[in-house]
């Protein structure tokens, strides 16, 4: 017998912080832009501070491989569906 099942994740665009070394006069230093990172996983939570999805979730749903993501950089979530067939 085959079982439908569905998986619920999402895609989640979001700044995060990056580091330039060396010295810049304030023109050079405005070219610098913060990183676009789109992560995807499973959502957990999200509250006003963090945001927090995971790149696996077992069959007893415990999640493994953790990201918390400043709630403050998002850009977008999109939510994602997923069917397989089991």
Avoid at 11 to 26: C, I, K, N, Q
Avoid at 37 to 49: A, C, E, N, R, V
């Amino acid at each position: 017998m085959r079982k439908d099942m569905k998986i619920k994740m999402v895609l989640v665009e979001w700044h995060d912080a990056r580091f330039y070394p060396g010295t810049y006069s304030e023109e050079d230093s405005i070219k610098h832009n913060m990183c676009l990172f789109k992560s995807l996983g499973y959502m957990i939570s999200k509250d006003h501070i963090t945001t927090r999805i995971a790149a696996e979730q077992n069959d007893d749903g415990e999640y493994r491989d953790i990201t918390l993501i400043p709630t403050g950089s998002i850009i977008s979530i999109k939510k994602l569906f997923l069917r397989m067939s089991v």
